[in-house]
Each structure stands twice: as structure tokens, then as C-alpha cells.
């Protein structure tokens, strides 16, 4: 079946720093991927997407480019801020569902300043 | 416009009791989706409605969860008997027709079983 493998966390950096979190998924279809993050104390919310292959999905100055050669989603930002400490999900959507998300374990992302 | 809104935050409950957990989708949002975090382990979908009706249950456990969804407004999951592999945190995301995989989410409603 379909799944999504992402980097073991936690991710410490301090602020400023670059930061990359894997993702790689096994899907039958073509699936739509997402990034979604959760900040302490609130709800999953979409970070960003990308539909189809060499799609790059951007926000808040991260961003993540479709590879379909490597389906691999890596999720990355140039210079980090404090407020970026959150947990980060990769997730597929795959072509037949009705937009049900499969999810990464997550990654948490701790930022010092 | 409000969020998503899940009633309890935290639920501690004994093995066999029954629990029932509500979420208040985003007004408008007919897509209203159940899923659980179990403790180290992915967030995994257990179901999905389309206004009132059950369009995918393919993930519930077994039969000891219930899912509704009166009316097409807000849905229930009531977990009865409750056993000690339910505990995690359980999320509600609902989201528009025609934006797959967009999905607005509550802040989760954890249970813990003794």
C-alpha cells in the first residue's frame, strides 16, 4: 500500500541555520504531496503542496519540489527562525481517494535562537 | 471564520468504559474526516463523510468505534468498550468539495485508557 517515510527527529538548530527534512514515498498512483506542520498547542495546517511531478510547492519561505525520479518531497528553508520550532508531516494524497491523507511519523524541528 | 472545533481536549477513562468524542467542522466544509495518533507511530485515517453520509470507514479498528455525523454538521466518535490500544489523540480535519487533500484540523482530543 501506499506510505510515506520521513526523517527521524528531533531536528535541533539554531536560528538562521538551513534546514532539510527528508520525505520519500511509495505510492501506486500519482498521489499529491503535502507538507503540513503543527505548532505547539494548535492544530495540523497545510504548509504546502505540489500536485504533480517537478511541481515545487511553496510558504513562508519553505518549500519542496515533486520528484517523481526519486519520489522524494524533501521539505527545506534557507534560514530558520524560532518560530519554525513545530512538528512537520509529509503526506500523500493518492489519486483515487477522496483527498484522505496518508501521513509521515513526523519530524519535530527545534530552533534556538 | 472559526476552526475546527474537537470536545474533549483530554479524556482519561478506564478500560472498558465508553467515550465519545465530538468535532465542529469549519461551516460550509462538507468533507468531515476522523483520524488517530497512536503514541510514536503515523497519524492514520479512520474515516471520511461526505455531509451526512459515510463515504470511506476503511480505517476504523473495529467495531467498538461509531462514528455520525447528524445532519451534516457536526460528528461524534464514540468508542465503547474502550481498551488500553485506543489511547492516542484523535483529530477531526474537515475541508471544501474539490480541494483534495487541503484538510483543516482541530487540536486533537487525547485518550488515555487505564
Known amino acids: 500500500g501506499d506510505s510515506v517515510t520521513q526523517m527521524e527527529g528531533p531536528v535541533t538548530l539554531s536560528e538562521e541555520a538551513f534546514l532539510t527534512i527528508n520525505c520519500t514515498y511509495t505510492a501506486t498512483g500519482y498521489p499529491s504531496l503535502f507538507w503540513y506542520v503543527q505548532y505547539p498547542g494548535e492544530g495540523l495546517q497545510l504548509l504546502l503542496k505540489a500536485t504533480k511531478a517537478d511541481d515545487k510547492g511553496s510558504n513562508k519561505g519553505f518549500e519542496a519540489t515533486y520528484r517523481k525520479e526519486t519520489t522524494s518531497f524533501h521539505l527545506e528553508k534557507g534560514s530558520v527562525q524560532v518560530s519554525d520550532s513545530a512538528v512537520y508531516f509529509c503526506?500523500?494524497?493518492?489519486?483515487?481517494?477522496?483527498?484522505?491523507?496518508?501521513f509521515g511519523k513526523g519530524t519535530k524541528l527545534s530552533v534556538k535562537p | 471564520e472559526a476552526g475546527v472545533t474537537q470536545f474533549p481536549s483530554h479524556s482519561v477513562i478506564e478500560k472498558g468504559q465508553t467515550v465519545t468524542l465530538r468535532c465542529d467542522p469549519i461551516s460550509g466544509h462538507d468533507n468531515l474526516y476522523w483520524y488517530r495518533r497512536v503514541m510514536g507511530k503515523e497519524i492514520k485515517f479512520l474515516l471520511h463523510?461526505?455531509?451526512?453520509?459515510?463515504?470511506?470507514e476503511s480505517g476504523m479498528p473495529n467495531n467498538r468505534f461509531l462514528a455520525e455525523r447528524t445532519g451534516g454538521t457536526y460528528s461524534t466518535l464514540k468508542v465503547q468498550p474502550a481498551e488500553l490500544e485506543d489511547s492516542g489523540v484523535y483529530f477531526c480535519a474537515s475541508s471544501r468539495s474539490g480541494l483534495r487533500g487541503e484538510l483543516f484540523f482541530g487540536e486533537g482530543s487525547r485518550l488515555t485508557v487505564l
Open positions: 503526506a500523500l494524497s493518492d489519486q483515487g481517494s477522496q483527498g484522505n491523507l496518508i
Open positions: 463523510f461526505v455531509k451526512e453520509s459515510k463515504q470511506d
